[in-house]
């Protein structure tokens, strides 16, 4: 089993950034592909940026593509991070991190109960 808590959600501006960040616990999360998932509201939940295990593949959904950087350090806890840029009303979602196989879109076995990020305009 691996255990993930999100973190590094809230209130921002249109325009501004913020940094998600995703503590893992639990069995060896480092030889496991990980995500970044958000359901916005009245949505299905959509698949945002993967990273491979040792993080030499990223994958962004177009929505993201630019505006936002996916990484990882395999030494820490706080394992898995999302660098959110230029961030629009749309952006407004839960945000969940997610851990398994690749391709991330549709390989995870494991899921955060996600933090809220709300952009105003």
């Known amino acids: 089993q691996v255990q993930l808590v999100e973190s590094g959600g809230g209130l921002v501006q249109a325009g501004g950034s913020l940094r998600l960040s995703c503590a893992a616990s639990g069995r060896s999360f480092s030889s496991l592909a990980m995500g970044w998932f958000r359901q916005l509201p009245g949505k299905e939940r959509e698949f945002v940026a993967g990273i491979s295990w040792n993080g030499g593949s990223t994958d962004y959904a177009d929505s993201v593509k630019g505006r936002c950087t996916i990484s990882r350090d395999n030494a820490k806890r706080t394992a898995l991070y999302l660098q959110m840029n230029s961030l629009k009303p749309e952006d407004t979602a839960v945000y969940y991190c997610?851990?398994?196989?690749?391709?991330?879109?549709?390989?995870?076995?494991?899921w955060g109960k996600g933090t809220l990020v709300t952009v105003s305009s």
């Open positions: 997610a851990a398994g196989r690749w391709p991330v879109e549709d390989g995870m076995d494991y």
